[in-house]
């Protein structure tokens, strides 16, 4: 069982989820046997920390499991997601269990209310200790991924991203990432654009055609030589936003998946 921790600091309620993520094994080709855990819930919002792996819809693939329908299987019949994660991105997602949250925290997102910070492991050495990347995003015209997303100044929309360097590490460096706006692979594609691409990502790391043999093949051993992760080292660790019903701000906390501390800890 999931044991959590609330630490209250004034106002402010802060949950803790303590570690529960499986062990990376050998084998390679599924990215994940980890279930969501709860990390928080009420009567009007769940907060879970998702595993690396997991869909948050499967419409394209109804055959493998989905966050909404282990939602719906834990007692929540509509899922209403206030934000997404990719597939491959762990960490915390809020579900407003009822319309009325939903439309409140929906309209934080509108206003840029609810924080979120990220941690990634990323190639190479960061040349600034902290910085922001404010760039304009775009999908691609000329990706054989449909879904691939670039910088564009002339067509992009404006898309900015905020980095602090937590651990420089023997070819890689740790950091914590804060998204100003909400465009889609945003982190992945500034981190990309920086230079620095996040570990084991298949699109934006150092061959895209990874991602076509992913969907074909899995995650081979031959795609790991490259990737050296079966799934990229991006995490959702933090979010905080004002309860719809309390008012009150409240931040939750999801700590570093196995994966992902594995690899730092090797490099350390």
């Given at each position: 069982?999931?044991?959590?921790?609330?630490?209250?600091?004034?106002?402010?309620?802060?949950?803790?989820?303590?570690?529960?993520?499986?062990p990376l094994t050998c084998a390679v080709h599924a990215l994940t046997n980890a279930a969501p855990q709860v990390v928080f819930e009420d009567e009007d919002v769940l907060v879970v920390d998702?595993?690396?792996?997991?869909?948050?819809?499967?419409?394209?693939?109804?055959?493998?499991?989905?966050?909404?329908?282990?939602?719906?299987?834990?007692?929540?019949?509509?899922?209403?997601?206030?934000?997404?994660?990719?597939?491959e991105t762990s960490g915390l997602i809020v579900v407003a269990k009822n319309e009325p949250a939903a439309k409140t925290l929906g309209k934080a997102v509108l206003r840029r209310e609810i924080e979120k910070e990220y941690r990634a492991v990323c190639w190479g050495e960061f040349e600034q200790d902290q910085?922001?990347?404010?760039?304009?995003?775009?999908?691609?015209?000329?990706s054989v991924v449909y879904t691939k997303r670039v910088v564009d100044s002339a067509a992009g929309k404006p898309s900015r991203t905020e980095f602090a360097v937590e651990k420089r590490l023997r070819g890689?460096?740790?950091?914590?990432?804060t998204p100003r706006t909400g465009r889609a692979h945003?982190?992945?594609?500034?981190?990309?654009?920086?230079?620095?691409?996040i570990v084991g990502d298949k699109v934006y790391g150092p061959?895209?055609?990874?991602?076509?043999?992913?969907?074909?093949?899995?995650?081979?051993?031959?795609?790991?030589?490259?990737?050296?992760?079966?799934?990229h080292a991006l995490h959702a660790e933090r979010v905080s936003?004002?309860?719809?019903?309390?008012?009150?701000?409240?931040?939750?906390?999801?700590?570093?998946?196995?994966?992902m501390r594995t690899f730092i800890e090797e490099r350390a």
């Open positions: 069982m999931l044991l959590n921790q609330t630490v209250r600091i004034g106002h402010l309620a802060l949950f803790i989820a303590s570690g529960f993520a499986q998702k595993p690396g792996g997991m869909v948050c819809h499967s419409a394209q693939r109804p055959e493998y499991g989905s966050l909404a329908d282990w939602l719906r299987e834990h007692g929540v019949p509509t899922p209403r997601m206030i934000n997404r994660l990719d597939r910085g922001v990347i404010d760039q304009p995003i775009a999908v691609s015209q000329t890689f460096t740790v950091v914590r990432l945003q982190l992945r594609v500034h981190l990309a654009w920086l230079g620095n691409p061959d895209e055609t990874l991602y076509l043999q992913f969907i074909k093949d899995g995650v081979t051993n031959e795609m790991l030589d490259k990737l050296l992760l079966p799934r936003f004002l309860h719809p019903r309390t008012r009150e701000r409240a931040a939750f906390v999801a700590p570093l998946p196995e994966d």
